[in-house]
């Protein structure tokens, strides 16, 4: 019975994918994360390749909504998205070379991030933006949003620029965070590339 359910949603069966069907996520105290990504010039089989299996590497930790390359080590700007990924018929994005063209307003939202697990803050952003970036079948396309999509658009271009979200917080607040993000920093440290 379980199985006809999971069935029905093929997304959610994202974590019975073996080890090596997904990316190790790289977590915070990786200095891969403060690196600035490259500029995608022709899309190649390799990036479908790399752009399916961040969605499935997305997809088997029950929360995440986004995430990009460099997340998985790969300094490309490449990025996938899902915000409902519990809808079984919605696609997910998978954005190259993803621009912020225009930005507006302001919103306080608070965020995750699946490199510095089991940390939220709320993050002030432009609250609606309009981005240019290509599909994987090289097509140009243009969003603009001010929903959770333009948030989470923000969050994972920051990331090819090797911005974390709690590099927008106040020093007081990452002040207030040192010790969690310590923490952070030691328990993954033991993880062996
Ligand atoms: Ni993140």
Redesign the pocket.
């Known amino acids: 019975m379980e199985d006809n359910l999971t069935e029905e949603n093929g997304k959610l069966d994202f974590h019975l994918l073996e080890d090596n069907e997904i990316y190790r996520i790289r977590m915070y105290g990786d200095p891969v994360l403060h690196e600035r990504a490259l500029p995608i010039e022709a899309i190649t089989e390799e990036d479908h390749q790399i752009s399916k299996k961040m969605l499935a590497t997305m997809y088997s930790n029950p929360i995440g909504i986004?995430l990009?390359a460099t997340?998985v080590g790969i300094l490309r700007r490449l990025i996938v998205i899902d915000i409902d990924r519990d809808d079984p018929d919605n696609a997910p994005i998978v954005l190259i070379n993803p621009e912020i063209l225009e930005q507006e307003g302001e919103s306080i939202i608070e965020e995750g991030?699946?490199?510095?697990p089991e940390l939220k803050a709320e993050v002030k952003r432009p609250e609606k933006i309009i981005v240019s970036a290509r599909t994987l079948d090289d097509e140009e396309i243009i969003i603009e949003d001010e929903s959770l999509l333009a948030r989470v658009l923000q969050?994972?271009i920051d990331?090819l620029n090797g911005i974390?979200?709690i590099d927008h917080l106040s020093r007081k607040k990452q002040k207030r965070l040192k010790a969690k993000l310590r923490q952070i920093r030691q328990e993954h440290a033991e993880i062996p590339a």
């Open positions: 986004g990009a997340q991030c699946l490199s510095i969050h994972e990331h974390l979200f």
